[in-house]
């Protein structure tokens, strides 16, 4: 039995990364969703004493307990053997922190906080609301405009050149929400080769292996 422990929601796209990050290392984990509060409701005294923000993904490694996804990738990569998850190249090194610290900042507030979970969540009379449909308006033009940068930094196929890394696995499951939504796969289109590197990422096993597999109110949210 693995002493590496994911603990998170299985749709939530910050667990998935963490999975992900272990499954393209190659080493062995556990995934756990026990005693995890569901989406809307507060965290569970189980999550609080793992980590006292209430938020997943948690990483357990025996007695050792890490929170925050940015830390948890680092942590995996730099303590088991492996294929490298980060460049090695230190302007490459750089352009990775940079771009983990931007899905993290702006990113996954723009399309997973602001817009996917809004849309999820709302039901026809708030879709019929007009400030609401203002404010996803204006959202959508900003995650546009998100794509339109991500898409200069994957011109060589990734964010850090030809290899698939830590802030790669950040945006791609951004992205599968994002495409799963009505108006997102004309969004993704319109930023080619983040679309090309979404293709590469779905056919990727890590990816296939931790599918939300959305359900199908989701994808037909409007």
Not at 9 to 14: A, D, H, I, V
């Amino acid at each position: 039995m693995s002493d590496v422990t994911i603990i998170g929601m299985p749709r939530s796209n910050l667990t998935r990364t963490v999975r992900i990050a272990c499954l393209e290392k190659e080493i062995p984990f556990a995934f756990s969703s026990h005693n995890v509060q569901p989406p809307g409701h507060p965290p569970t005294p189980e999550l609080l004493r793992n980590n006292p923000f209430g938020k997943v993904p948690v990483l357990t490694h025996g007695q050792f307990v890490l929170y925050e996804t940015a830390a948890i990738c680092r942590y995996i990569d730099d303590n088991f053997p492996g294929p490298l998850l980060r460049p090695v190249h230190a302007e490459k090194a750089a352009r990775m922190n940079q771009w983990i610290s931007v899905a993290m900042t702006r990113l996954d507030p723009d399309i997973i906080r602001n817009f996917v979970i809004p849309m999820f969540f709302a039901d026809d009379v708030k879709r019929r609301d007009p400030a609401f449909t203002t404010r996803m308006n204006e959202m959508t033009d900003r995650i546009r405009h998100d794509l339109s940068v991500l898409d200069a930094a994957y011109a060589d196929g990734w964010v850090c050149g030809d290899r698939f890394t830590i802030p790669d696995m950040m945006i791609m499951p951004m992205m599968h929400y994002l495409n799963a939504l009505p108006g997102g796969p004309e969004m993704l289109a319109s930023a080619p080769n983040v679309a090309n590197a979404f293709a590469r990422f779905k056919a990727r096993s890590s990816a296939a292996q931790t599918d939300p597999l959305l359900p199908e109110n989701l994808l037909k949210s409007a």
